[in-house]
């Protein structure tokens, strides 16, 4: 299995460094803004995230299924009465008074089957949906164009999801001690040493249980060697750095694509409903759970090794909004990959307390000469390499990558920038190294 880790928080890296903040009581679990770290000393707290298979039994698949319809139910039930409540008096109840009502029903014949649920069920439904309100009416202030009004939880399409409150679960080597449930197996210990934070999600993907958690952790920057990079991300090789280093997209993605495409052809023959097309379905899924976590696994080692690396990194920022939303399947699978890598840049620089620079998307990395400064608009996307009427040849990822190095140091004039980093006028440094990564 792979372990994926990931932050909850998504925007880029700030240090607090005010002492007086670090007391500050862990206010609402579901507050995504909060700050990354804080400085202490030398370390950092971070909150880190790992996610862990479970083992569960049968018996305990059984109520994982019955609890997941019960943090839809208690999220629906939330959404209907704020809206009849806005409706007929203009005010809608917050999460606190609906989890009155929640205890309340509790006590009724009709809804006994919720006394046999983790009490932190309901109460993380309706917080999520308290969250899902403020995001709506936030989007609103901006005047965003998808506003995204809360939606009922349906079973078909949300996921097998259902969270826990730290507090109520108990983590003990290689098992987890679930509320009303008792203990389950997980394939391997926590990673992380520290107070859990967040929620305890339990999830069901491809026929698999996990557990993620999010841990509050002592983090120790790494000593960084390298100066100033700039990363130019791309569709045939995964990040192209300014001073030669490639990570290559894993081969391993090819090869199940076609495994993918045929388990796609095999299920579309199937009768749909039936017992040999859920088997079907089944087998789409993990290949595609394959595929992502043989991405994520490469993308985590690559910017891994960014993070601990350089101390100023430059990337083109993927998180325009407006940007065009591509229905080419291969081409939005990229994207979606060039956005991971740009989001675990953001959080894990910020650990290793470097400094990540977003270059606008509208920059000509590719098509300007890092040579002479003329702009190449003849260049397509299949040139790899190119003559620029200067007589510089470039490498296509490779100047880009320069450029958007050379953009970001004319940004943070006066960064010092190491032979490995390439020198002030982003040039590449003459060292050329190549990194495979993935389980290919
Ligand atoms: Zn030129």
Same mark, same amino acid.
């Given at each position: 299995?792979?372990?994926?880790?990931?932050?909850?928080?998504?925007?880029?890296?700030?240090?607090?460094?005010?002492?007086?903040?670090?007391?500050?009581?862990?206010?609402?679990?579901?507050?995504?803004?909060?700050?990354?770290?804080?400085?202490?000393?030398?370390?950092?707290?971070?909150?880190?995230?790992?996610?862990?298979?479970?083992?569960?039994?049968?018996?305990?698949?059984?109520?994982?299924?019955?609890?997941?319809?019960?943090?839809?139910?208690?999220?629906?039930?939330?959404?209907?009465?704020?809206?009849?409540?806005?409706?007929?008096?203009?005010?809608?109840?917050?999460?606190?008074?609906?989890?009155?009502?929640?205890?309340?029903?509790?006590?009724?014949?009709?809804?006994?089957?919720?006394?046999?649920?983790?009490?932190?069920?309901?109460?993380?439904?309706?917080?999520?949906?308290?969250?899902?309100?403020?995001?709506?009416?936030?989007?609103?202030?901006?005047?965003?164009?998808?506003?995204?009004?809360?939606?009922?939880?349906?079973?078909?399409?949300?996921?097998?999801?259902?969270?826990?409150?730290?507090?109520?679960?108990?983590?003990?080597?290689?098992?987890?001690?679930?509320?009303?449930?008792?203990?389950?197996?997980?394939?391997?210990?926590?990673?992380?040493?520290?107070?859990?934070?967040?929620?305890?999600?339990?999830?069901?993907?491809?026929?698999?249980?996990?557990?993620?958690?999010?841990?509050?952790?002592?983090?120790? !920057?790494?000593? &960084?060697?390298? %100066? =100033?990079? +700039?990363?130019?991300?791309?569709?045939? @090789? /995964? $990040?192209?750095?300014?001073?030669?280093?490639?990570?290559?997209?894993?081969?391993?993605?090819?090869?199940?694509?076609?495994?993918?495409?045929?388990?796609?052809?095999?299920?579309?023959?199937?009768?749909?409903?039936?017992?040999?097309?859920?088997?079907?379905?089944?087998?789409?899924?993990?290949?595609?759970?394959?595929?992502?976590?043989?991405?994520?696994?490469?993308?985590?080692?690559?910017?891994?090794?960014?993070?601990?690396?350089?101390?100023?990194?430059?990337?083109?920022?993927?998180?325009?909004?407006?940007?065009?939303?591509?229905?080419?399947?291969?081409?939005?699978?990229?994207?979606?990959?060039?956005?991971?890598?740009?989001?675990?840049?953001?959080?894990?620089?910020?650990?290793?307390?470097?400094?990540?620079?977003?270059?606008?998307?509208?920059? !000509?990395?590719? &098509?300007?000469? %890092? =040579?002479? +400064?003329?702009?190449?608009?003849?260049? @397509? /996307? $299949?040139?790899?390499?190119?003559?620029?009427?200067?007589?510089?040849?470039?490498?296509?990822?490779?100047?880009?990558?320069?450029?958007?190095?050379?953009?970001?140091?004319?940004?943070?004039?006066?960064?010092?920038?190491?032979?490995?980093?390439?020198?002030?006028?982003?040039?590449?440094?003459?060292?050329?190294?190549?990194?495979?990564?993935?389980?290919?």
């Amino acid at each position: 299995m792979v372990i994926v880790h990931r932050t909850m928080v998504h925007r880029a890296g700030f240090v607090f460094h005010s002492p007086e903040v670090v007391n500050v009581p862990f206010c609402g679990q579901l507050n995504r803004q909060r700050p990354r770290g804080f400085l202490f000393g030398d370390a950092m707290l971070v909150h880190k995230g790992h996610r862990i298979q479970l083992q569960p039994s049968q018996a305990q698949q059984v109520v994982f299924r019955q609890w997941a319809g019960a943090y839809r139910w208690a999220y629906n039930y939330g959404l209907e009465r704020k809206k009849a409540e806005h409706e007929a008096t203009g005010k809608s109840p917050g999460a606190y008074s609906l989890m009155q009502e929640v205890v309340a029903l509790k006590k009724t014949d009709e809804y006994a089957w919720l006394r046999d649920v983790a009490k932190s069920i309901p109460r993380i439904a309706l917080m999520h949906l308290e969250e899902a309100y403020n995001n709506f009416f936030r989007r609103c202030k901006d005047g965003a164009a998808k506003k995204g009004y809360p939606r009922w939880k349906s079973r078909k399409r949300s996921k097998v999801v259902l969270h826990l409150e730290p507090d109520t679960v108990t983590v003990e080597g290689k098992r987890i001690r679930i509320p009303k449930l008792g203990w389950v197996k997980m394939t391997k210990p926590l990673r992380f040493e520290g107070e859990l934070v967040g929620t305890v999600a339990i999830s069901e993907r491809a026929g698999k249980w996990y557990a993620s958690f999010n841990v509050q952790t002592e983090h120790v !920057p790494a000593e &960084k060697q390298g %100066g =100033a990079v +700039g990363i130019d991300l791309g569709v045939a @090789t /995964l $990040a192209t750095l300014s001073d030669g280093t490639t990570f290559e997209n894993p081969k391993a993605i090819r090869r199940h694509g076609q495994l993918l495409a045929r388990a796609q052809r095999q299920m579309a023959r199937k009768q749909k409903g039936s017992n040999r097309w859920h088997r079907a379905k089944l087998r789409v899924a993990r290949i595609q759970k394959h595929i992502a976590d043989v991405r994520a696994d490469a993308i985590h080692k690559a910017t891994r090794y960014v993070a601990d690396t350089y101390s100023l990194v430059a990337l083109e920022d993927l998180n325009v909004s407006g940007m065009v939303r591509n229905h080419h399947l291969a081409k939005s699978v990229s994207d979606a990959a060039m956005s991971e890598f740009g989001r675990q840049v953001g959080y894990k620089v910020g650990w290793e307390q470097g400094e990540v620079t977003t270059i606008s998307r509208w920059f !000509p990395s590719s &098509k300007l000469c %890092g =040579a002479c +400064g003329c702009i190449n608009d003849d260049l @397509t /996307l $299949a040139d790899r390499t190119w003559t620029c009427d200067c007589g510089a040849v470039h490498n296509r990822d490779q100047n880009a990558a320069a450029n958007i190095l050379a953009e970001a140091l004319r940004i943070h004039r006066g960064f010092p920038v190491t032979a490995r980093g390439g020198d002030a006028t982003g040039r590449p440094a003459k060292r050329e190294q190549t990194c495979q990564v993935g389980l290919a």
